[in-house]
């Protein structure tokens, strides 16, 4: 069984996971996911299930939806002996028509074997594959 160090669980949230976000790296953000994972948009009602089926579905989506992407700004609770991180951070978006959005959002990461096992995502905007103001 895999633990990480409060560093690890950081550098994996904020560049690992987030940093290839932004740069749509779609195969490198799954890399995050253990193949079983669990992806929960609360603020949607919405949940993925599986890494090469649902998440991988929706990471398609919102990277071919959005122009640009921008995840900063982190405030992090570590809690090193559960394996699980709360992230606060702020993001900044630009949809295929040039229209800008910024949200506030908290993620909480549960780790498996050093890798994302539960994501449950809190999102100002609602449903993250949304752009801000359309439904």
Known sequence: MVALTREQMINMVEQSYFGNVDNKEVEAVLD??????????????????GRDSGIKNFYQSVTAGFEKIWHGDFEHIVDVESQRISTQFNVRRTDLSGAEASMSNCNVFRFEDGK???????????NPLVPQGKK
Not at 32 to 49: G, I, K, L, N, R
Not at 116 to 126: D, R
């Open 116 to 126: 994302f096992n539960q994501v449950f995502v809190y999102a100002s905007g609602g």
């Open 32 to 49: 995050c996911f253990t193949a079983d994972a669990v992806f929960t948009v609360q603020s949607a009602f919405t949940s993925y299930e």
